[in-house]
């Protein structure tokens, strides 16, 4: 090497499996040399890690742009640059659009948006609806398939009623469809005809509709809790018959008999099921669901089981999930909560809430590098191009101070709502800076990234170039 482009020096590089001290050479966006910097040729660009923490580039693979169709709550830009603000250099975006990106030529249109707009890599998902798009949706570059197997109490936006698949012989299709391409079917699972008839039942026909009265409701399990599970139940014996390997989200809302049937899924039936794990859930008290309504994220029914499926292997990745809406879309959720939507964020505040549990004790950074980095690189197909700091892996890197405080509050998120989950919470870790492929995006909280400079990054069964 005659030049490179970039230095990263003085920083301790943290892989899954342990840390060591070493300087990292990038040249192209890709790593080209690890060890000590003064026999690297002189570099464009030089970042000062000395007393920081070089992580992988961090991964959000729950990600709600809000476009097309939906851009006065988010879109691309705000969306990846909250991310990039948030130490993220790799994003994957949900399919609750409209239109929804269930069709070759939708997914194109949303895709020639992305590319124009996002400040970090991105993935898409397809929208798994039609069983004969699915091979096209994966030949177009879909990171995997999304599924809605549910539908809100009272068909309110995000749960695009068209897109609910509650139909088990359509639900079928699609696992075989899905099967059939080797991505895995992603799914939010439900029985939403029990929970709307618990839901009205108790509450919405006596006329208890209150944001403290929604909390009730979910405290009982009637949204997002029981009905979750058992429309995982089922979920898990068609993907086992269809041979699809199944992704099961939003795992922090379910009530504990759901970490069960994955454990038994995985280490008994030998099922390859993955979960994602909002171990926000975790970190989310009553008193902080009170203070902020219905800009909230419901806690967990379990912490403890939250936590321990860290150490059991039910748990793959862990996020916090990003689904931001406008003030005026949220307000009225003090009065009748029911019928608006929960305005949840979590691109910009996550990593600094796990550096947090990173600080505390509760777990290390290499299980952050695992879960947001290396084992979603691993499940989506893009290992060892990303997840990873190796010798011609994207040079992506998440660069920490464990030390830095912040309190986390509306007026510094660059979410269009303005608004985050976690206002007033103080926490210990800041990302300082966001790289990708060798470009920094963010330094010090400053996005320098331009809309379009995010990259696409294909699945596994593309047949695009």
Request: aromatic share 10%; hydrophobic share 40%.
């Amino acid at each position: 090497m005659n030049s490179i482009d970039l230095i990263v020096r003085g920083g301790t590089i943290y892989a899954a499996d342990g840390h060591y001290r070493a300087d990292i050479a990038v040249k192209d966006g890709r790593i080209v040399a690890i060890g000590h910097a003064e026999l690297f040729p002189r570099a464009r660009t030089e970042v000062d890690a000395t007393g920081l923490c070089v992580l992988p580039g961090l991964w959000h693979t729950h990600c709600h742009f809000r476009e097309p169709g939906h851009t006065d709550k988010e879109d691309f830009t705000s969306g990846t640059r909250a991310a990039a603000a948030g130490g993220i250099t790799f994003c994957i975006d949900m399919t609750n659009n409209t239109p929804h990106p269930s069709t070759l030529e939708d997914f194109q249109m949303k895709l020639g948006i992305a590319r124009e707009k996002a400040c970090v890599d991105f993935g898409l998902y397809g929208a798994g609806l039609y069983p004969d798009q699915i091979g096209k949706l994966a030949g177009a570059g879909a990171i995997g398939i999304k599924v809605f197997n549910t539908r809100h109490i009272k068909e309110v936006y995000p749960y695009i009623s068209e897109l609910g698949v509650l139909n088990h012989g359509l639900l079928y299709e699609i696992y075989e469809a899905v099967a059939d391409t080797g991505l895995i079917c992603s799914v939010h699972h439900d029985d939403p005809d029990w929970c709307r008839r618990m839901t009205f039942r108790e509450y919405i026909n006596v006329g208890k509709t209150e944001n403290r009265h929604y909390m009730e409701a979910y405290e009982k399990g009637y949204m997002y809790g029981h009905g979750m599970v058992a429309g995982l139940a089922a979920s898990l014996y068609y993907a086992d018959l269809a041979g699809v390997s199944l992704y099961v989200l939003h795992l922090g809302v379910m009530p504990p008999g759901a970490y069960e049937m994955i454990r038994h899924a995985k280490d008994e039936l030998g099922q390859e099921v993955y979960a994602e794990l909002e171990i926000s859930t975790a970190l989310m008290t009553r008193k902080q669901a009170e203070k902020v309504g219905p800009c909230t994220y419901v806690w967990a029914y379990s912490p403890e089981t939250a936590w321990d499926s860290l150490e059991s292997g039910v748990t793959d990745v862990i996020v916090g999930e990003h689904a931001p809406h406008t003030v005026a879309d949220m307000e009225p959720g003090w009065k009748d909560n029911f019928s608006v939507p929960l305005g949840i964020t979590g691109a910009q505040e996550f990593i600094p809430l796990m550096l947090t549990q990173v600080n505390n004790g509760t777990l290390r950074l290499e299980d952050l590098v695992w879960y947001c980095s290396e084992s979603p690189a691993r499940i989506f197909g893009v290992y060892p191009r990303k997840g990873t700091i190796s010798i011609d892996a994207d040079a992506d890197f998440t660069i920490v101070d464990m030390n830095r405080r912040k309190v986390l509050t509306g007026a510094d998120m660059y979410t269009k709502s303005r608004t985050t989950s976690w206002e007033g919470m103080e926490v210990t870790g800041m990302p300082v800076y966001t790289i990708v492929r060798g470009e920094v995006v963010m330094r010090d909280g400053q996005i320098l990234a331009q809309p379009g400079f995010g990259r696409f990054l294909p699945g596994k069964a593309a047949s695009i170039a």
